[in-house]
């Protein structure tokens, strides 16, 4: 297992603006999920992207994975207040998943 | 589906007391976790269940923290005497699969140590 590495750490937009958040991560992996966690609460599983995926979309989330440069990147589309929380990526397909500090997103009414 | 269950939410005790914390897996999910999360920090896995057996408790601080799971269903984690820097919430996950798909977390229990 291994611990992705966000970026950036911190993102403040006005409601409606795209969010664009990075992942990067060291050793070859099986896959790569995304979660979010909302003040106060667990985290909730957003996204899985598997190692021979590009890009895949979930309502209004689009992610990539570039395997050759070990990074992953999570896009909220028109972002609402709703939205504010903090993104973390998790790179495996192992038994364990390590988490980094992840991206705090602000999205400002 | 239920999710996973934690009790208590917010515990709050003074140095060198105890503490435990339960955890009620979705029903069916083989794997369990223990995170530990700092405010500010991502989740800091503490020890792994495989059913009732232990997978990986490297990051475990044995000389004051214990988990068990009974019968490959519920989880306490205890702390036992708790420190200062113990105050973080303590984040119970479940996975119906072991090394494969999404962890389902539960909302977490919030320490504070006095």
């Known amino acids: 297992s291994q611990q992705g590495e966000e970026d950036p750490q911190a993102l403040s937009i006005q409601e409606g603006e795209n969010a664009t958040m990075n992942c990067s991560y060291k050793?070859?992996?099986?896959?790569l999920q995304w979660y979010r966690q909302n003040s106060g609460r667990g985290l909730v599983h957003l996204i899985l992207?598997?190692?021979?995926?590009r890009e895949k979309h979930s309502g209004r989330l689009r992610v990539t994975l570039d395997t050759s440069k070990k990074s992953s990147s999570l896009l909220i589309t028109a972002s609402r207040a709703a939205d504010t929380a903090s993104y973390f990526c998790?790179?495996?397909?192992?038994?364990?998943?390590?988490f980094g500090k992840g991206t705090k997103l602000t999205v400002n009414p | 589906e239920a999710g996973v269950a934690q009790s208590p939410r917010y515990k709050i005790i003074e140095k060198r007391q105890s503490v435990a914390f339960w955890c009620n897996p979705i029903?069916?999910?083989?794997?369990l976790y223990w995170y530990q999360q700092i405010l500010g920090q991502g989740p800091k896995l503490l020890i792994q269940?495989?059913?009732?057996?232990?997978?990986?408790d490297s990051q475990l601080p044995k000389d004051r923290f214990s988990a068990e799971r009974l019968k490959g269903v519920d989880s306490t984690l205890k702390i036992q005497p708790a420190k200062l820097e113990d105050s973080a919430v303590y984040l119970c996950?479940?996975?119906?699969?072991?090394?494969?798909?999404?962890?389902?977390f539960g909302e977490g229990s919030r320490l504070t140590v006095l």
């Open positions: 996950a479940s996975r119906r699969l072991a090394g494969a798909g999404e962890l389902f």
């Open positions: 050793t070859s992996i099986n896959n």
């Open positions: 992207i598997r190692s021979n995926e």
């Open positions: 998790a790179p495996g397909g192992s038994e364990k998943l390590v």
């Open positions: 029903s069916g999910h083989a794997t």
């Open positions: 269940f495989q059913n009732n057996g232990v997978v990986d």
